[in-house]
Structures are given as structure tokens and as C-alpha cells.
């Protein structure tokens, strides 16, 4: 079977008849939010309907409620344990993406399930937060020398860190797009636009939330788990949803830039959600012909790419938003030279066999 | 020789009935520590009746308890 | 040509999309008909989906390697098409042990009788598969062979029969004891030796939504020239057993911690260095106070 795009939104609308879906469709379902990241927030959204659901669907929402409360709990130990450490270098220790959402609580929060903690810290503070974090059991994820030289030379990050015992990983950066672009916003704006959680935690605004999930979404090589991003920032509209918000997102767009993925993602956003969205932010405001092009690459994105959806050329979509992600990150010479490399050690380990272990639940 | 010490917020302590010792787990790290050592809970403390060398070093070490005798 | 399939075990179900004939023909013999749905319809479901594929190796088109997936999941390195039901069956420990964290799960065989439940931990070098099959042949039911399934904060199994995996020279004892239980054909060579899968007995299928109740952990160790050996551990030395073999500890968190505690605290527990399996049944059949 085949859910439709509309079928899955009308889902999140509560306007979806999964009273009538058979028990084959409702393991199918299952399967689909669990590779979307998305079977936690579908418990705990339909917390108060769940009875009725079959049994088996029962215990599978079960699972993911267990699942997502054990990671919340730890986050929020991790958090606790990180600020003091990081605030000895670095003047801001801001949460982003999945982890800012846990620990702004509410429906945001709620089965809100990833991979990776990501902070935002002071450029000049990050080696020193990584060797002091060294000491605390935290080490560099093993990746090939290619890709360390990457993260390193050319994107000025540093690796994901993992916990040697707990094996949380931390992904710490000092920007939200890599400055090798050229397109990095000065990281003192991001620091303004800052907000504190209940618990007494860093995060950038709402506004400037919902610009790092745009930038993410599009900007970024890996076009996965779009759609749960699209649900974090319908669920960052809906809470913070103010004229105040909607001046200092117009204001972001202006100063920062990405203003063409934040118009990108609210339009999909409104499309799909039935969300207003301001004038200023409006695809009209973008010239004609590229708008068609952007429209016609992410439509097919932003939708799960599984089996189980109804969706025609995704793959030739994907490698074209690939391929525009990494673009828009690096300048062409340094680009040409990345896939080069990457290209053929990928053909080299599939020639001969050599098997990594896939796991395709990474994203935050 | 018995030693009343306080448990860490987040240490969940577990005596056995057979006195062969007791268990400690960490909420935050996950991690456990099995030790020679019996106690009884007195007013939200913990009251060490018997244990092997070492034993309270080890839990002292982690920062899991910290003693009464000031 | 492509299979799919629906294993109908309790409490987790597996729908499996093979094109390995082996892996039918064994699914087949091992399972049965009254477990094993081959045309599902729309109003069937299962817990889980897999898949085991037969391949051409790249770079290597004259060998055939069987491949096993959970949704995009793959935990394995690919293996030889002979060894395919056998990585089935390995693969669908891997599934529940990283899906399922509404049990305590600890790497263990369970059977019971007079729903009093015995654990073996899975102690590497312990026979515990051979150990399980002694106690079926007694008339005791097996409740799973890898995994054990504990309700939390209690001493309540839940039962998840499947095959017993033999390695090696079991295969042949075992055939001796349970003559008339099917056997997979073996997977030769495999990183635990040659393995062969073994029906439990037909008293454990019919008791597979039973639960039981936790009465002793036993750890059984084979030495040729002993003939039974019983030492009885304390109740620390039972939890350091249980505990170091329990899969989602760090999920379940203290509730699992106080889940093992509780049960090391309440059962008796025995390691048993033997070299005949009958007396270990006897011994257990006698301290539990179980009618034979």
C-alpha cells in the first residue's frame, strides 16, 4: 500500500480516517513514521485516541513513548553537565534543533526523537571546549582522515564528540552553515536572538529557530527527514506566533540572509499545515523562474522518501537538492575536489565488498 | 563499625536479603556498582552496618556518597 | 522468486520477504503450518518486517550472499547463502533486543514447568541450548532460548518461542534426546561452528502465551570429567550474572535496575558444572519442589 502526501498531513490535521485503515495498512504506517523519526510524536499526538488503535499499533507507540522519554531525561542530564563545562571558554552556549526543542518543553518537545545534541558556541572557544570536554570522556567520532581534513580545514568544525561511556554524541558549532561558504552569518547577530527555557537553558529564538531549521533543511547535502522539520517549525509558529516574532523573522531574513529557505520551508509549511504566513515572506517576493525551479526540486523532498509514499521521481529530486546543498555550501573548486574523493572511495569499498553497517536513523 | 553517610541526588542504593552485599545505580550515567557493603535506611540516609575494604573508597571516589563524619 | 511470509509467534510477529529457498523450506519444517502464514491478507499484520535476500557478491558474481534487513536497518555483515536461515534467525534476536523496551531483556534461555521458570544466562561455553533441551526432554516447556522477556518489577515471563539454536556436537546429542522435533538443515562454518536450529516441543508451542513466574537462575558450565557440581551463589553474585547479560538496561534505567535486583533478591540461583544433563534437571526438579 501507498499512503498519499495528503493523507499524511491530514494526519497531523486530525482530519485522517485511521479508523478505517486495515491492519496491514497500520503496520505499513508504523514503519513509515518509524523511519521518519516520527512514531513518538504520533503516540504522544494521538495520546487520547491511541485505544482504539489496534493492539500491536498499541504497543509499537508504547516503544516510542519509552524510547522518547529516556532520551528527553538524558538530554536534559547531558545539558545540565555540558553549560558549566563549555561556559569557562565561551560566553554562549546556545542548544539548537532537537535538543533546543526538549528542552523548550510543550508539544515542541514531546516524541521529538534524534541522534545528535547540537550547541552553538564561540568560534575561538571551540578547541579549547573540545579538549577540555576530552578530559570528561568525550572523544572524536572515528571517521576517515578525508573526512576529519573536512570537518577540520575546510568547514572549521570539529567532529561529532561521542560520550565513551553513555555514547551520547555532541555535535558543537559555531555557526549554522559552514564559513568556507562564504555565506555564514556573523555569529554575534545569532547571539542576540537568543531565549532562555523553564529550566534555565540557552537557545536561539524562535525566529531564529525556524531560520536554522529552513537553512538545515535546504542548505544542507542530506535531504532527510525534511518532513519532521517542517513539523518542528509548524509547532515553532503555532507557540510563538506573534507580530513580534514575524518582524524579528523578516528582520533575520534581511540582515542574515537565507531568505529564500525560509520563504521555501513556510511555504511548504502553509501548504501542507494551513498556516498564514506574512506578506514579506510570501513566494511572490522571489523572481518568477527560480521560484519554478526551487518548487519543483523540494516538492518531492519534503515528502518521506519511503516505499510506502506516493511519490513519482524523488530520486533524480534528491540527487538535484543534493546536489544544490552542497553547492551552496563551497565554492566550485573545492566542491569538484570533495566529490572527487568521496566519489571513489565509495565505488572503491562497493567493489570489493567491504560493508559498513547502514544506519539510516541518523539526523537531529 | 557502622557510618552513616548521604547518597547522591540520582544514586538508587539496593541492599540484599542474604547480606552478600549491595548494588548502586546512577540515574545519570547508567552506571552500577556492585559492592561488599549491607546498610539500612535510617531517615533518608543511608546506615552502613558491615563492609569489605575498599568498598566505601569506591563509592567515595565517584562522588555516589559523602560521608557523615565531618 | 520472492517470498513473503508472516511468522505468526507470540508476542512479536515477523513478516519476512525472502527469495532464499532455504530459508522457506526451513521456515517451513521449523515453524510449521500453524505458525507460519504464507498468503497474508489485508486484515494480517505484523510487528515487524524484515527481509533476507540472496545477492551476487560485487566484484565476486559466481557467490551468493545472503543479506538481512529490519526497515533500512542492516546489523549484519553479508554471509554465505548456506548459513541464510540461520542469520534469519539471528537477525530476529537483533530486531526485538533493539526495538522492544517494554520487557527487561536479558540474553538468556527460559523454560518452566508448573509455570515455575528456571533463566540460564547466556554464559559463553555454558550449553546452555544443549542444557534447555534436557530440560524439554523432561517434559518442561521452553520459553525462549536467546531472550527473556521480564515484565517489569516482577518475576513474570513472557514466553517467546522460537527454535533453539545447537552448535556442533549438540546437534547430534540433542537429535538423541528429541527425536521427533524438526531440525533446520545446517549452516556449516558459521562464527559459532556448524549450527543447526531445532523445533521446541510441541507442550511449548501450545503453552506460548503463558507466562511464568521466576523460581532460580541456573548457570550451567560442561566439564567432561564432572559429574554434577552444585554450587549455590549468593544473591549479588546472581544480580552481577543477570545484569551483565541484560540488553536494555540503559533504556529501562532504574526501573530495570530495580527490575534484576528484585529478581536476584527473590530466586535461588546455582552454577552447576556437569557432564550429565539429567542430573542437573533432577536437582532443579527437586529444589523447586516440582512434581516429575
Known amino acids: 500500500m501507498i499512503f498519499s502526501a495528503d493523507f499524511l498531513h491530514g494526519i497531523w490535521l486530525k482530519q485522517a480516517q485511521l479508523s478505517s485503515l486495515s491492519n496491514r495498512e497500520w503496520e505499513a504506517l508504523v514503519l513509515l513514521l518509524r523511519s521518519e523519526m516520527l512514531l513518538a510524536r504520533f503516540a504522544y499526538w494521538y495520546e487520547n485516541e491511541s485505544e482504539g488503535f489496534p493492539a500491536f499499533v498499541q504497543a509499537h507507540l508504547g516503544n516510542a513513548k519509552t524510547l522518547a522519554t529516556r532520551q528527553a531525561k538524558q538530554v536534559e542530564i547531558e545539558a545540565r553537565m555540558l553549560v558549566p563545562l563549555c561556559s569557562q571558554f565561551s560566553q554562549h552556549i546556545l542548544f539548537l534543533k532537537g535538543a533546543a526543542y526538549t528542552l523548550l518543553g510543550g508539544q515542541l518537545a514531546k516524541g521529538r526523537v534524534y541522534s545528535d545534541i547540537d550547541i552553538l558556541v564561540d568560534k575561538d572557544a571551540l578547541l579549547s571546549i573540545e579538549k577540555r570536554l576530552g578530559f570528561k570522556g568525550w572523544i572524536a567520532k572515528p571517521v576517515n582522515n578525508y573526512d576529519e581534513a573536512y570537518y577540520r580545514k575546510w568547514m572549521h568544525e570539529i567532529p561529532p564528540l561521542i560520550h565513551s561511556n553513555r555514547g551520547t554524541v555532541l555535535d558543537i558549532h559555531h555557526n549554522i552553515v559552514p564559513p568556507v561558504s562564504g555565506k555564514a552569518p556573523p555569529s554575534a547577530i545569532l547571539t542576540e536572538h537568543t531565549m532562555q527555557s523553564q529550566g534555565g537553558f540557552e537557545t536561539l529564538s524562535a525566529a531564529a529557530l525556524v531560520l536554522h531549521s529552513s537553512v538545515h533543511l535546504f542548505f544542507n547535502e542530506d535531504q532527510d527527514k525534511g518532513y519532521r522539520d517542517l513539523i518542528d517549525i509548524w509547532l515553532l509558529i503555532q507557540r510563538f506566533d506573534s507580530q513580534e516574532f514575524w518582524t524579528e523573522l523578516v528582520r533575520l531574513t534581511d540582515c542574515v540572509g537565507f531568505k529564500t529557505d525560509v520563504i521555501l520551508a513556510l511555504y511548504f509549511v502553509s501548504q501542507f499545515f494551513d498556516v498564514g504566513v506574512p506578506k514579506a515572506l510570501q513566494p511572490n517576493t522571489l523572481p518568477k523562474a527560480k521560484w519554478w525551479l526551487l518548487k519543483k526540486i523540494y516538492s518531492k523532498t519534503v515528502l518521506p522518501s519511503h516505499p510506502y509514499m506516493q511519490c513519482k521521481y524523488q530520486g533524480i529530486a534528491i540527487t538535484l537538492a543534493w546536489a544544490r546543498g552542497h553547492w551552496c555550501k563551497m565554492p566550485i573548486p573545492i566542491l569538484l575536489y570533495h566529490f572527487l574523493v568521496k566519489g571513489s572511495r565509495k565505488f572503491i569499498e562497493k567493489l570489493f565488498g567491504d560493508h559498513v553497517f547502514k544506519n539510516s536513523q541518523s539526523g537531529s | ?70 | ?292
Not at chain 3, 195 to 219: C, D, G, N, Q
Open chain 3, 1 to 292: 522468486m520472492m517470498h513473503e511470509v508472516i511468522l505468526n509467534t507470540v508476542p512479536f510477529s515477523f513478516r519476512v520477504t525472502t527469495n532464499s529457498t532455504l530459508v522457506i523450506n526451513n521456515l517451513q519444517r521449523v515453524y510449521g503450518s500453524a505458525n507460519l502464514n504464507t498468503a497474508p491478507t489485508e486484515n494480517d499484520f505484523a510487528h515487524y518486517s524484515v527481509s533476507l535476500l540472496l545477492q551476487r557478491k560485487v566484484g565476486r558474481p559466481w557467490k551468493q550472499q545472503a543479506r538481512f534487513k529490519c526497515d533500512d536497518l542492516e546489523p549484519f555483515l553479508p554471509m554465505d547463502a548456506d548459513k541464510s536461515y540461520a542469520m534469519l534467525e539471528w537477525g530476529l534476536n537483533w530486531v526485538i533486543a533493539a526495538h522492544e523496551v517494554s520487557h527487561v531483556i536479558v540474553h538468556a534461555g527460559v523454560l518452566a514447568k508448573d509455570n515455575k521458570a528456571i533463566l540460564l544466562p547466556a554464559h559463553p561455553g555454558s550449553g546452555k541450548s544443549t542444557t534447555s533441551c534436557a530440560f524439554m526432554k523432561h517434559g518442561w516447556r521452553l520459553l525462549s532460548d536467546e531472550l527473556a522477556l521480564i515484565t517489569p518489577n516482577t518475576l513474570t515471563v513472557t514466553p517467546f518461542v522460537r527454535p533453539v539454536c545447537l552448535k556442533n556436537a549438540s546437534v547430534d546429542i540433542v537429535s538423541e534426546w528429541l527425536p521427533e522435533q524438526a531440525k533446520s538443515d545446517i549452516a556449516p562454518n558459521t562464527h559459532k561452528g556448524d549450527v543447526a536450529h531445532l523445533a521446541p516441543t510441541e507442550i511449548s508451542w501450545r503453552e506460548k502465551a503463558s507466562t511464568a513466574s521466576l523460581s532460580a537462575v541456573v548457570l550451567p558450565s560442561y566439564r567432561a570429567d564432572t559429574y554434577c557440581e552444585i554450587q549455590p551463589l549468593t544473591h549479588r553474585q546472581a544480580f552481577n550474572q543477570i545484569y551483565e547479560h541484560c540488553f536494555n538496561i540503559g533504556i529501562l534505567g532504574a526501573q530495570g535496575f530495580s527490575t534484576l535486583a528484585g529478581i536476584a533478591d527473590k530466586v535461588s540461583a546455582y552454577h552447576i558444572t556437569f557432564n550429565e544433563a539429567d542430573e542437573i534437571v533432577s536437582f532443579i526438579e527437586e529444589t523447586l519442589a516440582i512434581a516429575t
Open chain 2, 1 to 70: 563499625m557502622n557510618q552513616t553517610v548521604t547518597l547522591r541526588d540520582g544514586i538508587i542504593p539496593f541492599c540484599f536479603a542474604d547480606n552478600s552485599g549491595s548494588v548502586f545505580y546512577d540515574e545519570y550515567s547508567g552506571d552500577i556498582l556492585s559492592l561488599a557493603l549491607c546498610f539500612s535506611i535510617e531517615s533518608g540516609k543511608l546506615l552502613i552496618t558491615e563492609y569489605h575494604a575498599y568498598s566505601i573508597e569506591k563509592l567515595e571516589k565517584r562522588g555516589w556518597i559523602v560521608s557523615d563524619d565531618a
